[in-house]
């Protein structure tokens, strides 16, 4: 999409420090007025200035620090600005004669917008007198950096990081973008964890993905990040939300809101590491239509390296092991989206959202094993490789109607989804036995076959309502239905090279798993001065089967659960807040962690499910505290968390008589976890950035399993994002994330360390930009993991080929874009006359 002009005239923080600062003169309209030629670039210089006092309508009290901006009615030009004096007035000059909007807002209340205000040669001066703003019912208000866009809004119930202001994910997939973004962390499997914990909710545009582990990660792998608009984390959900996720909620937020009349953008670039991508994206606005589509594809290759080290204590087993591993995979995908919205009428829109992926990996993994008894001699050496052949698809639609007579007042939302998927993992096992030399012994060479067809149908209808019963006070009220069908066909052929391949009966398998949830919610929020009240509670029934088709075994549970919610949260002053929450929330085991056919890595590796899985619940309590920082430096968010887990699911790995590795999950007993985290937001002349640090300690009783131990682990996690614009148009960006190494219930992971550099150029002013992108320049991504059973200790090294330099071009096209409301702007209220564009 195309920048939003030159919206960095304005910073719109309230910090407490500046409550005495006298109001700034503005910036704004060029000569000739507003709407006229250069609108949006010049410094005002005529005779008129518009005036006023914010209060407060409830306490009749003036707003210091109240953030007040003017806009060209002619073109919705941003043309000047300012924060209210201690006692609430404020006075901009320096306009010229023309219709402006005036907006006013201040933490903890609605926003205020006055339209059609008019600056006349014969009456330049304008005083809007008293302007009250009422208490949000509740509405938790964040305290944001506005520059060309927020590049992060820490909010009490969120948190939101825009792309655009992350060069060093430019040309990169959205794993590159949530590993910028403070408390998440993304290892290099692509499994997503927040606070250090893996049982997160991934959304995208707001609604839950149907896909689960490896399917999940190889799908945000390989979309491409400049699709990607911002990332929303949300720790603590309220019972609006899906429960889901024990950790919180990661909310994807794709590009899809297109300005007035026609824009877009088009994007390509590559790297040393043989990577390639393209991506585009069309809107156009006009009337009562609003469209827009987006396409990316990515393709890459990148090599993992490691070693395995398998150390024998009980004398019963037949001996050690060594491995060194090497390997490549080589990911490609196309991805698209679109979305239609027709405003029927002032109340109703009608809205449809497309998101479709097409994606393929192949993947050859070779290991070199040798076989050690217990006097440390070599008995054995072998050369086993697994070819990988991996394909999928998915294709996820839905339908809106929005009613909205008066927004997050009175409002209606219904809408249906259906989403599809289908992958397929075909792998090749080959075994050839070497001599001591390291040739070939001329034995048979083993194969062995898995081949996999998974297809998923997910459909969810959901009705959303809205009321403010009085003023104050607001009822939100829902019902939420999910069905989901997952069907698995997994056949394994065992052989020698050069002979038939005979199906393996025992091993292979087909299920079914359906699963269906309905849910009903209610939330009720309150404002009580400076105070703002919210409790919900939502119930659900949830029936899930799964038939294992092969052996005819059926394993049904059906359970209801109650998720209550609550939040209070005080305004200290317009610059401060202070708030505590809870949830309940759950895990539900997806279909991988279920089915006990196990997937094979090697002939030495196997990962099963385990069908009696339950899910696990989490009661989970935070404290916060918010503040802007003096100055107009940013904003600070500290947030102390307790979480309590029953039935924790934890994955757990035991090795058989055979010497194969067996992994599994099972529940524990309870886990906790407590901690406390920290995000800034800072601006300090030509430096600007954000980042986060965690501290947690988790304790895990797992006395009920037998091959686990309790354990209290110690974690601690940082990272950052620096920009330094060195000039007008050159930016240079610094981002690192460093997870300290901590305990497991089994034994020991490493830290993990990662880095990338990246500088962008813009040209042309603001439509077109390059960036040279720089990752993991110190080779440093990867990790280490030592585990025990009883009988053996392995240790397991493996490092990630992230290493390259990437180089990307952008440009922007089309229209010079218009302002147009964010949604939660929606809500405010207009006096003056019509006219607002």
Known sequence: MRPLGRLSALVLLAPAALA??????????????????????????????????????ASGQPLPSAAVTIRSMADSALVGGALARPDGSFRIEGLRPGRYTVRVRALGHAPL???AVVVTPDAPRVDLGRIALDPVAATLSAVQVEASRDEASLAPDRNAYSVKDMPATSGGTAVDVLRNVP???????????????????VQINGRVSPMRGEQLGNFLAQLPANIVSKVEVVSNPSAKNDPEGMAGIINIVLKQEADLGTSGAFSFGGGSTRQMNANGNLGHQQGKWTLFSSYGFMRDRRTVEGYSTRSVLSPSFPGSLDAEIDGVMRPASHSATLTAEYKADKVNTLSSNLVFNTRAMDRLNGSFYRDVDGAGAVTGRSNQWTNQDQGGMMLDYAATWRRTVKPNANQLVVEGRVNHQRDENDVLLTREALSGLGAATG???????????????????????????????????????????????????????GGALEPHL????????????????????????????????????????????????AYDNDYKSAFPSAI??????????????????????????????????????????????????????????????????????????????????????????AGVLRVSFQNAATSDSYGTDANLTFRAGKISGFGGASVFENRTDAANLANAQSVTAFGWATRANVTWKVLPTTDLQAFGS?????????????????????????????????????????????????????????????????????????????????????????????TGQPGMP
Not at 523 to 546: I, M, Y
């Open 20 to 57: 005495a600062q006298q109001a700034a003169p503005p910036r704004g309209a060029a000569p000739g007025g507003p709407g006229g030629p250069g609108a949006r670039a010049q410094v005002p210089a005529g005779p008129g200035q518009i005036a006023g006092v914010a209060v407060g309508a």
């Open 443 to 497: 034995a048979p060479t083993g194969l062995e076959t898995n081949l996999t067809d998974e297809r998923g149908t997910n459909a969810f209808a959901q009705l959303d309502w809205t009321r403010e019963l009085r003023k104050g006070t607001k009822l939100e009220t829902g019902y939420k239905g999910t069905f989901r069908r997952q069907t698995s066909d997994f056949d394994v052929a065992t052989g020698t090279r």
């Open 738 to 830: 460093y997870r300290a190494a901590m305990r497991t219930e089994q034994g020991r992971m490493s830290r993990f360390l990662m880095t990338n550099l990246a500088v962008r150029h813009k040209l042309r002013g603001d439509k077109a930009t390059a960036t040279l992108r720089v990752m993991d320049p110190f080779g440093t991504m990867g990790w280490t993991m030592r585990a025990s059973d009883g009988r053996v200790i392995q240790l397991m090294d493996r490092r990630f080929g992230a290493r390259g330099a990437f180089l990307s071009f952008n440009w922007n096209f089309g229209t010079a874009p218009r302002i147009r409301p964010r949604p939660q702007e929606e809500s405010v209220p207009q």
């Open 113 to 115: 917008l006055k339209t």
């Open 183 to 201: 408390a998440v962390e993304v290892d290099g499997d692509n499994k997503v964890s927040l606070r250090g914990n893996s049982s997160v909710v």
């Open 568 to 657: 209070v949260s005080y305004n200290v002053d317009p610059n401060r807040q202070v708030k505590a929450s809870y949830s309940k929330r759950i895990q539900r085991p997806f279909v991988q962690q279920l089915n006990p056919f196990g997937f094979r890595e090697d002939a030495l590796n196997v990962f099963e499910g385990n069908p009696r899985l339950q899910p696990e619940y989490t009661h989970s309590y935070e404290l916060g505290y918010q503040q802007s920082l003096p100055r107009n430096l940013g904003s600070l968010q500290i947030t102390p968390f307790f979480r309590h887990t029953v039935n924790a699911v934890r994955q757990i790995g035991t090795v058989d008589d």
């Open 506 to 553: 025992g091993r292979s398998n087909a299920f079914t798993y359906d699963e269906q949830v309905n849910a009903a919610y209610a939330l009720l929020s309150q404002n009580a001065g400076k105070f703002d009240l919210q409790g919900g509670l939502r119930l659900e029934t949830a029936d899930t089967r799964f038939d294992l088709r092969t052996t005819n075994q």
